[in-house]
């Protein structure tokens, strides 16, 4: 057991996997002689004085200082897969796919997808800095996604989150390969413990006159106690994301409820899906750009007067940008927004497309 985990563990499998993709290190150096500085890069081949599983940026010796490893690409149809298929991961995935199950598919699917999508992040990204395992060394892996650069690895939330909604997402920001097994096993244990209170949640989220309460308030404590780092990372920030958008798609669905119109199909599920003909395409594609502008506009406007009213409660200037990064600005700024944009996604979109003719 030692030796598969040591083996799971060791950078060397992923920086193995990604060359069999096409994606090789270029060792890229800088090194000043008189004054100047001469840049050098080759395949790569030279022993790394150090690394940093945190960090691209490689110190040297001898006058040496090797910077952000370049890559080379040798299967540029496998490179831009995963970096389309990275960007899934993240926020563009969030603002676009999941709404657009609730728009064109399935409400009731989206609003058991997005539940437990909330739930899965949530557990794995509060994992990851209470365990604060690091992500695979680069070298010998290339690193493609910096922004994440600074999170911990274990368990990959990519892949809990594709084993929640059973999407397969490919990963360029690199996870080791036991990250992205913790992270299915973990998704899969959630959702097989949770199953059979589904429904008793459902009864709950949509009728319950605490519902909302508790959808903001539980979501809102859960993003200001999120545990601690002795640096900044982007987990905090995207945590919040997550509850606030399920904070506010929970309050529209209950909403929704009381309006007395969920948008939900009725019967015997599954709902058979309709003839894929010109029309419904036409339609499907109405649809989702009326709600991609709705929710986009909806975030773009929340963002801007949610940091302009806190920057002025807290005295900041207003071309610090490094304040983003302190907590009493950043969680109340993103779960703000990301409320208001599940609100709008699950409560005022569908209502747009009744106005506009788009529901058929």
């Known amino acids: 057991m030692r030796e598969a985990l040591a ?8 920086a193995g996997f990604q060359r069999r993709c096409g994606l090789f290190l270029v060792e890229v150096t800088r090194h000043r002689r008189g004054g100047a500085i001469d840049q050098s890069g080759g395949p790569h081949q030279k022993t790394w004085d150090h690394q940093d599983s945190k960090s691209n940026c490689k110190y040297g010796e001898n006058g040496y200082i090797i910077t952000k490893p370049g890559y080379e690409v040798r299967n540029r149809l496998l490179h831009i897969l995963f970096l389309l298929s990275a960007g899934l991961g993240h926020e563009v995935f969030y603002i ?20 437990m999508w909330t739930l899965v992040m949530y557990i794995g990204q509060v994992m990851k800095d209470v365990l604060k395992l690091p992500r695979p060394c680069s070298p010998p892996v290339v690193k493609l996604e910096m922004r994440v650069d600074a999170e911990y690895g274990l368990p990959s939330t990519h892949a809990m989150a594709a084993t929640a909604i059973s999407f397969t997402l490919l990963l360029s920001a690199p996870s080791r390969i036991q990250d992205v097994i913790c992270g299915v096993l973990i998704s899969a244990l ?27 308030a539980l979501p809102l404590f859960l993003s200001y106690t999120y545990p601690e ?9 995207d945590t919040t994301t997550v509850l606030g ?50 929710v ?16 002025w409660w807290y005295d900041i200037p207003k ?15 993103k779960f703000a927004t990301y409320t208001s944009v599940g609100l709008v996604h699950s409560l005022l979109v569908s209502r747009v497309f009744l106005l506009l003719g788009l529901l058929c």
């Open 7 to 14: 083996y799971l563990h060791d950078s060397a499998l992923v």
């Open 96 to 115: 676009t796919c999941l709404p657009c199950i609730h728009w064109n598919l399935d409400p009731f699917l989206c609003r058991r997808l997005v539940n």
């Open 190 to 216: 959630v959702m097989v413990l949770t199953y059979p209170y589904w429904e008793s949640f459902d009864q709950f989220q949509l009728t319950s006159s605490v519902s909302p309460m508790a959808a903001l």
């Open 229 to 237: 780092l002795e640096h900044y990372s982007t987990t905090r920030g």
């Open 245 to 294: 958008a399920g904070a506010g798609c929970s309050v529209g669905y209950w909403l929704n409820e009381q309006l007395g119109e969920t948008f939900e199909p009725r019967g015997v599920l599954p709902v058979p899906l309709p003839a894929l003909t010109a029309h419904t395409l036409a339609l499907g594609t109405a649809r989702f750009l009326v709600g991609v502008v709705a």
């Open 296 to 311: 986009v506009g909806t975030r773009q406007v929340t963002k801007a007067v949610s940091l302009r009213l806190l920057y």
């Open 319 to 333: 071309d610090d940008q490094n304040a983003r990064t302190r907590k009493e600005i950043e969680v109340p700024s």
